[in-house]
Structure formats: C-alpha cells, structure tokens
C-alpha cells in the first residue's frame, strides 16, 4: 500500500497556530496505536503553545524536520532545529513550534498515548541502547 506525498494533504489550524499543509498518513488503514503526520508550516508559522494533560487526552509527541529550520520550545527551553533534528514533548509539557526560516518548515509529526512496548528483541533496539550508553555530546550553550 502506497500513499504519495499531498495525496490526502490538507490545511489546518493547529492550537491557535497558523494554518499548517498537513497530510494524516493511512488514516483509518494502519492498525498502529500512533498518527503519523507529514507538516508544512509556512515562513513565520507556528503551532501554538500548548499541552497535552490528562485532561484532555495525554499524548506523547515526536517531531524530526525534513526540511528547513525553526524553534521548538518545550517546557520553557527554547532549541534550534533543522533537517535531521528530532523533538519529543513528554504528556504535559508545554510546546510550541516556528517556522524561522526563509522557506517551508516540513517534518513528520508521530503522536499517541504513552504506554511500553517491549523491543528489546531486536537487534536494533540492542544496538540503540548500547550506542545511548557510550554516546555523550557536550552540554550546549
């Protein structure tokens, strides 16, 4: 099953944000417990700051640019990002996302509730862990 870029794209006003170029990947056809989103916020565009509670429906989410450059703030800490960048907001943090850049911000936006999933079977998540352990980048700033 293939779906191409735009095929399903829409516009969408995003949490008090500017309207974002959105595309919902295999909305009601993958069985998966996430949605997997493709984004396109224009020069200057943002999400909107807000946050995902209890209260309203808890959710995890996981932004990785793929084109252009932008801020994410996330729980009051504020980080340039560009192509390659990714950026997980933990349930209740509050974030928002802009566009910084000249031309279009587009990322892959996967969101769901939290819960574990058990990986470790892999050979890749063993490999994932061990890289995290015996990776260290310096502090920034």
Not at 44 to 66: P, R
């Amino acid at each position: 099953m293939i779906e191409h870029s735009g095929e399903h794209a829409f516009n969408y006003r995003l949490h008090g944000g500017s309207p974002v170029r959105m595309q919902w990947h295999f909305f009601d056809q993958s069985e998966l417990r996430v949605a997997v989103q493709t984004w396109e916020l224009p020069p200057g565009g943002c999400e909107g700051m807000h946050a995902h509670t209890d209260n309203d429906m808890a959710l995890e989410e996981i932004y990785i640019v793929t084109e252009g450059t932008g801020q994410m703030e996330v729980s009051g800490e504020t980080f340039d990002i560009s192509v390659g960048d990714s950026i997980l907001a933990k349930v209740g943090a509050h974030h928002d996302l802009r566009n910084t850049g000249t031309g279009p911000l587009k990322l892959v936006v996967i969101w769901g509730a939290p819960g574990a999933s058990d990986f470790s079977g892999f050979g890749s998540a063993k490999l994932a862990r061990q890289v995290r352990q015996t990776t260290r980048f310096p502090a920034a700033g």
